[in-house]
């Protein structure tokens, strides 16, 4: 059975939160001393600690309601807070699969977590009986399953199962799923515990300067992710730049669909190249492609400067091709036209 007071270390189960002058005066309307902000300026107010303007336009989009949302700065925040509400430096685990974000990776490290990687396989799914005896290995708190996975492109299969059989937290991190036919993984909050679901608004939403994640789970969860943030995590103008893209869901879906209009185009001209081998299929905005000598040809690019992702180290031969504009596609074509 999952019992979360098993799976959040002790000191931040038992940790008093900082209060912040926001929270013990929430007030709009009073004259402010209390946060030795500068009366003077524009952007001299701290901003709102737990956005809540931004989580009821979210909350009403979603079908979630508000105490099921945290916000954070990027959802590699959410990543690095789910490491530290979880997992006991030099003693827990966590796991994931390879080749996955990079991030799981550097995070756990900075932690000082033991990051268990098990390999996909060739079509980039979850090898079952080998992820089965990983399961009762001790100390294992966290497992993050990136769907649809970067670099791969492809959704998970099978992650239901693990929420079941798992009694620690399972991280379902959706940052490309706004691309994805599948559906989220948010319909199935209220059936599991223990489940957090991260998305972004990096990609589709087109704000990856702007640092705004968003993760989803159960109130025992949301609660403890709000006491180790930082009193406000999220800045006045980001959280306007996510209100303001929530409130032109025209644009968002007209890019969206030339993004994923241009991914079939690009798919589809990339496999008229020699250099080219195979496209992977992806529900993102993404191709993972292998080619006859990924460092050669990322080289060859990066000199006409086109840059994509060489992800040879992680995926033999294979670059990563984020889909761009129309112009720029072209662009990647006509480049590697030129590359042998
Ligand atoms: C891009 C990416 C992120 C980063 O999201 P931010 O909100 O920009 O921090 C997280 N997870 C995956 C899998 C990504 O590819």
Redesign the pocket.
């Known amino acids: 059975m999952f019992n979360l007071e098993n799976i959040v270390r002790k000191n931040i189960l038992h940790l008093m939160p900082y209060s912040s002058a926001r929270n013990e005066f929430s007030g709009k309307n009073g004259t402010f001393l209390d946060a030795n902000e500068n009366p003077f300026g524009t952007l001299n107010r701290y901003p709102d600690p737990y956005q809540m303007e931004l989580k009821q336009i979210l909350s009403a989009y979603k079908s979630i309601p508000l105490e099921n949302i945290f916000i954070g700065n990027?959802?590699?925040?959410i990543?690095d807070l789910a490491f530290r509400i979880f997992c006991t430096p030099g003693k827990d685990k966590a796991l994931t699969f390879s080749p996955t974000?990079g991030?799981y990776d550097v995070s756990a490290a900075i932690n000082e977590v033991e990051l268990i990687k098990l390999p996909l396989n060739d079509s980039f799914q979850i090898n079952q009986e080998e992820f089965e005896k990983t399961l009762k290995i001790p100390n294992l708190k966290l497992i993050f399953i990136?769907s649809p996975n970067?670099p791969s492109g492809n959704c998970i299969d099978n992650i239901e199962k693990i929420m079941q059989n798992f009694n620690g937290i399972v991280l379902v991190?959706e940052?490309?799923i706004d691309f994805s036919k599948q559906e989220s993984y948010l319909s199935k909050l209220k059936q599991y515990p223990n489940l957090i679901v991260s998305q972004?608004?990096?990609?589709a939403w087109g704000l990856?300067a702007a640092?705004?994640?968003i993760a989803y789970a159960n109130n025992p969860i949301i609660s403890i992710f709000n006491k180790v943030k930082p009193p406000y995590n999220v800045s006045k103008l980001n959280q306007e730049a996510a209100i303001d893209a929530l409130n032109n869901k025209v644009d968002f879906e007209k890019n969206k669909k030339i993004i994923l209009d241009q991914k079939k185009w690009l798919e589809q001209a990339l496999m008229e190249l020699p250099v080219i081998k195979k496209i992977y299929p992806s529900d993102a905005n993404f191709l993972l492609a292998e080619t006859t000598n990924a460092n050669s040809i990322y080289n060859q690019l990066v000199s006409q400067q086109v840059i994509t992702r060489n992800r040879n180290n992680i995926v033999n031969n294979c670059i990563r091709i984020t889909v761009g504009s129309p112009a720029e596609n072209q662009q990647l074509i006509n480049a590697l036209k030129n590359t042998i």
Do not use: H, L, P, Q
């Open positions: 990027g959802s590699d925040e990543i974000y991030m990136c970067n991190d940052a490309y972004t608004f990096s990609k990856a640092r705004v994640g």
